[in-house]
């Protein structure tokens, strides 16, 4: 633009004529007008604020809150170890970084050497698990009761949304796979019921599901004393959903653990398994040793422990049942309406992912002699994720954000909590701004998350 | 393909075979072409057997249709379909004043036959008619809200409900918000970065947070922007929440259109000598509204679903409607037929907009090829 009115020579430079400086002007008026705007609001709540008598800033967070939340899990709440223990990891992870470029950059992989994975592990899990041991405290689990503050109140209330939002994208990616495959099914009954469903249950309202499953279906269910009862373990009726609930007995922890190495075992010999592949062609087996690694090691350490964990069945004890893992029916209800209503849009999403790999992939995997299965998998999925993945990432996003909606039915989380404590407080501007907070972090977060994975699949293609 | 083969037998004068063609061959082809699709098959049709007939039992056989009194539905097992109509005027306005209730009757003609005559492209093109739908949205809300200079008496907005309630959120919502998203995509790709910034970041923190906390920001935090003494409508402070909601997703659905364009677009345009105005509004905005118009009618599905939301702060649409009618005691228990009811209406506005928009786009992808 400043080289056009250069050249041009006659046009004055301090002109309405020149772009820079009407650029320059419109930023300034609206700067100008933002922050009056700003200003005037500011004033305005200052003196409503003042008026009714309220003080701002986040001190409230430390009143008692005297108020009941249904549903309560140990929550952590930080200690002064925490940092060092966060840097450790941190560290131990740049470490590994570093020397996994410094590694490369000689023409070796990590994965070649035993020595380096180890070292690796070492920076990943050891370094930190010695930080955790020296320092003990990192965190201190709290449970929410009406003594504590409004602070724990929240945290809580966050801790619920996200067991609403996990199981949730869970549940409906599951539901949402299984009908958008359907869909495509080559059995036109099964394709007509996948796309009725969908075309029902997107085009209504998900807060009026919500309604629907809570008021209309769980609630009317039977009262305690006439349970549907499956055998003492599955137990139904108008408070709830009782399943047996795992109770972890003292040698919980190493099995856990066992588990997990399990899992980083099966990692690493997956990709040594495809860099043995890449390198030479030739195909190790994988699903057995997989399957064996997974059970056989987790399994020992479970039987040397003598089965460590306990299921506890509920019982009736007097008007109710009592132990067992128990969802309660505000919990039951969320889940069914938003897993339902987004596994109908994750329906679509998968359904439009696979019809926009074109037919000349799949045929052309036929010709190279690819067999149904592997068609799929190696040349059509991979293809499809492309495509599947940002409008996915945004669904994950509604659920995360629809889990908000509990607050109509009085399902404890964020903004439900956070309604609870500005009825109270009076809190108004504190409480929406922090309810905002959270939320936008977490899309941030998923967001964040979900481009990485959106990148890593971009790189296969050339 | 028309080698010769010597000693080549001609082919016999014979259709496929009889089991391949026709219905019977359908079924075999679509139904029963492999094992695991004729289980899928039986799955399906005892799966639609049983829905069916249960549906049809609960809603028409065992059901009652007649009676307004709800003693009229003891003893049956069916849906008491009486919860419905006894209800009907509360559902589509809401609390309106009864002996006013031909204000919004005359509100909806006026908006169907404005429709009904879009039919004759004659009077769609005349200024007369273009003129009567700028119109229309003063004239429909001095009929609803009432005006002392007209001779209607106001009602005030706390009796607006049902599906007026809802129509109202949702149109007045979409048509304020394409304006202002329209400003906000533009300022997105704004080069000046004091605008771009402001209009990114609005849009971004606006689509990271969910609705209800924009409603909760606009019902409870917006008073307090304004000085004492200025009193916001309930309504209006929903509807400015909706808007600002709207917007956002909006500026995207156009950002979108925008991206679609070619740059040369505007290039071309701006070596013509056209100002920036001039090239947006002659150039590159009409290519861009264009490729978007089916999105926007599924933004504009989106929000009719999202007005739903409203009941959470307190106001009475068609939701609010189906919630204050189950805690009238007379209906106590009639959840599934109100909720079914409701949500057929949801569901045939939705779905008749969903499928506008797609009759839309086989038409514009047409008009490119």
Known sequence: MTELTQEQGKVQLISWRNPAVRSVVYQIVSVVLVGFAAYTIFQNTVANL???????????????????????????????????????????????????????????????????????????????????????????????????????????????????????????????FFVGIARLSSNWLVAKLAETYVEIIRNIPVLLQIFFWYFAVIRTLPMVRESINFFDVFIINNRGIYLPDPTPLPGFHPFLIALFVACVGVYFRLRHVKAVQDLTGRQLPVLFPSIAILIVFPGLVWMGLGAPVELSYPKLTGFNFTGGLNPSPEYAAMLMGLSIYHGSQIAEIVRSGIQAVSTGQKEAARALGLRGGFVMRLVVIPQAMRVIIPPLTSQYLGVTKNSSLGVAIGFPELVSVGGTILNQSGQAIEIIGITMAVYLAASLMISVFMNWYNEKMKLVER | ???????????????????????????????????????????????????????????????????????????????????????????????????????????????????MLAVWPRIRRMRLYQLAWLVSPIVIFIIIKGSDTFGLSQVDTR??????????????????????????????????????????????????????????????????FFPEGFNLDKVLRAQIGII??????????????????????????????????????????????????????????????????????????????????????????????????????????????????????????????
């Open chain 1, 50 to 176: 003042t008026k009714r008598g309220i003080a701002s800033g986040f001190s409230f967070l430390n009143i008692e809150s005297g108020f009941a939340i249904s549903e309560v899990m140990p929550v952590p709440m930080l200690e002064p170890g925490f940092v060092s223990f966060i840097s450790s990891i941190f560290l131990g992870l740049i470490a590994a970084f570093v020397l996994h470029k410094w590694v490369t950059r000689k023409g070796k992989t990590v994965g070649g050497d035993y020595r380096l994975v180890l070292l690796t592990i070492f920076f990943i899990f050891v370094v930190p698990a010695i930080t955790y041991l020296l320092t003990n405290h990192i965190f201190v689990t709290e449970t929410y009761s009406e003594a504590s503050s409004y602070g724990l109140g929240l945290v809580t209330g966050v801790f619920n949304t996200i067991k609403m939002s996990i199981l949730g994208c869970i549940l409906a990616t599951i539901i949402g």
């Open chain 2, 159 to 224: 009796h607006w409900g049902g599906v007026m309630l809802t129509v109202i959120l949702s149109v007045v919502g979409i048509v304020f918000a394409f304006p202002i998203g329209l400003m906000l995509a533009l300022g997105r790709r704004s080069r000046m970065p004091v605008i771009n910034i402001l209009c990114v970041g609005y849009i971004e923190m606006i689509r990271g947070v969910p609705l209800i906390t924009v409603l909760f920001m606009s019902s409870i935090m917006l008073p307090l």
């Open chain 2, 244 to 369: 600002m909601f709207a917007a956002a997703y909006q500026a995207e659905v156009v950002r979108g259109g925008l991206q679609g364009v070619d740059r040369g677009q505007e290039e071309a345009a701006m070596a013509l000598g056209l100002s920036y105005w001039q090239s947006m509004v002659l150039i590159v905005l009409p290519q861009a509204l264009k490729i978007v118009i089916p999105t926007m009618v599924s933004s504009a599905i989106s929000l009719l679903k999202d007005t739903s939301l409203v009941v959470i702060i307190g106001l009475f649409d068609l939701l609010g409607i189906a919630n204050l009618v189950l805690a009238n005691p007379i209906w106590l228990g009639k959840m599934f037929e109100t909720y079914v009811f409701v949500a057929a209406i949801y569901w045939v506005m939705c779905f008749s907009m969903s499928r506008y928009a797609r009759r839309l786009e086989i038409r514009f992808s047409a008009g490119d090829r």
């Open chain 2, 1 to 115: 393909m028309s080698g010769e083969i010597i000693g080549a037998v001609p082919p016999l004068e014979a259709g496929p075979p009889k089991m391949n063609i026709g219905v019977v061959g359908w079924i075999r082809m679509n139904l029963f072409n492999t094992w695991y699709n004729s289980i899928l098959t039986v799955l399906s049709l005892s799966l639609i057997y049983y829905t069916v007939t249960s549906l049809l039992n609960w809603g028409v056989r065992l059901a009652r249709f007649t009676g307004v009194k709800p003693e009229d539905c003891q003893g049956i097992d069916g849906a008491c379909w009486p919860v419905i109509s006894d209800n009907w005027a509360f559902f589509m306005v809401g609390t309106y004043p009864y002996e006013l209730r031909w204000r919004p009757l005359m509100a909806l003609l006026v908006v169907v036959a404005l429709i």
